[in-house]
């Protein structure tokens, strides 16, 4: 049975940092891509970074470029997300996903509608 399993979500205030991690179980680690999304109440579900766990390629939404981190840990079957310079506006519930990946991984991979399998989400709220 796949499951995702994000943690590391909390209440930071604006400027502030947060490292969600994302912990995978019942597929072959090294041949799915995981992706990072969000969902703010009223508001569509966000693709904001991806990485390939075979190469370690990512990418990464222009929301979060240049303040997220995202990057894998193969042996602990973990993505980690690194969050710095929090804003009010990245309050949201976050969410892993996975995917089986190939050489075709690019930019497309932050589309929800490409994963296959989700975790449960965790709230991470930023405060001005």
């Known amino acids: 049975e796949v499951q995702l399993v994000e943690s590391g979500g909390g209440s930071v205030q604006a400027g502030g940092s947060l490292r969600l991690s994302c912990t995978a179980s019942?597929?072959?680690?090294?041949?799915?891509?995981i992706g990072w999304f969000r969902q703010a109440p009223g508001k569509e579900r966000e693709g904001i970074s991806c990485?390939?766990?075979?190469?370690?390629?990512?990418y990464y939404s222009d929301s979060v470029k240049g303040r997220f981190t995202i990057s894998s840990d193969n042996a602990k079957n973990t993505v980690y997300l690194q969050m710095n310079s929090l804003k009010p506006e990245d309050t949201a519930v976050y969410y892993c996903a996975a995917r089986v990946t190939g050489p075709l991984f690019n930019s497309w991979f932050l589309n929800k509608h490409l994963y296959d399998y989700w975790g449960q989400g965790t709230q991470v709220t930023v405060s001005s």
């Open positions: 990485i390939n766990n075979s190469d370690g390629r990512t």
């Open positions: 019942g597929f072959t680690f090294d041949d799915y891509a």
